[in-house]
T-cell receptor
Framework: DAGVTQSPTHLIKTRGQHVTLRCSPI?????VSWYQQVLGQGPQFIFQ???????GRGNFPDRFSARQFPNYSSELNVNALLLGDSALYLC??????????????FGPGTRLTVL | AQSVAQPEDQVNVAEGNPLTVKCTYS??????LFWYVQYPNRGLQFLLK??????LVKGSYGFEAEFNKSQTSFHLKKPSALVSDSALYFC????????????FGDGTTLTVKP
């Protein structure tokens, strides 16, 4: 079975640009979460979506936005990129729903470099 | 606010010896606790979780973790370490009242020497 997939693998942008990261969850999973992981730190929660609705949002500025599509795939958008946005962006899927205790399955991540 | 502390950046053990990777947490309400492992150039992989019930949870690859409510801890353990266990380990917490947000610790690098 295919795991969580993310695209692109690597991305280089300049300050002020916009970026879109994509994620496809495991088949049957209806929840997708996005995390930012800076070197030396644990993943920082950005968003969670379930059934196309936002279920949670972390402490990130409004430049960060996301959405989930009817096929449960998801996009993370970041506007007006800053140097500090350089990080590994992780997508995780889970069964979701009322089962808050479901473990998450992580994709390999998208490495974003902002110059 | 939720938080997770992994007090040791690095843990070194000899192969065959028991290992412990420490985790303490803070959360409002009852916690759901998780351990994940990250191997070099690979994504995070789920190891085990605590939801409710027995305080000792068994997971993948021979790992187990003990939930201690009074000490708000969820330490990861293995009776006999393998060199292949060397990796970066993350503890995470989620409140049972907040489906959306998982909070991760900063990770502990485990090195098992032959």
């Amino acid at each position: 079975d295919a795991g969580v997939t993310q695209s692109p693998t690597h991305l280089i942008k300049t300050r002020g640009q916009h970026v879109t990261l994509r994620c496809s969850p495991i088949s049957g999973h209806k929840s997708v979460s996005w995390y930012q992981q800076v070197l030396g730190q644990g993943p920082q929660f950005i968003f969670q979506y379930y059934e196309k609705e936002e279920r949670g949002r972390g402490n990130f500025p409004d430049r960060f936005s996301a959405r989930q599509f009817p096929n449960y795939s998801s996009e993370l958008n970041v506007n007006a990129l800053l140097l500090g946005d350089s990080a590994l962006y992780l997508c995780a899927s889970s069964l979701g729903g009322a089962q808050f205790y479901n473990e998450q399955f992580f994709g390999p991540g998208t490495r974003l470099t902002v110059l | 606010a939720q938080s997770v502390a992994q007090p040791e950046d690095q843990v070194n053990v000899a192969e065959g010896n028991p290992l412990t990777v420490k985790c303490t947490y803070s959360v409002s309400g009852n916690p759901y606790l998780f351990w994940y492992v990250q191997y070099p150039n690979r994504g995070l992989q789920f190891l085990l979780k605590y939801i409710t019930g027995d305080n000792l949870v068994k997971g993948s690859y021979g790992f187990e973790a003990e939930f201690n409510k009074s000490q708000t801890s969820f330490h990861l353990k293995k009776p006999s370490a393998l060199v292949s266990d060397s990796a970066l380990y993350f503890c995470a917490v989620r409140a049972n009242t907040n489906a959306g947000k998982s909070t991760f610790g900063d990770g502990t690098t485990l090195t098992v020497k032959p």
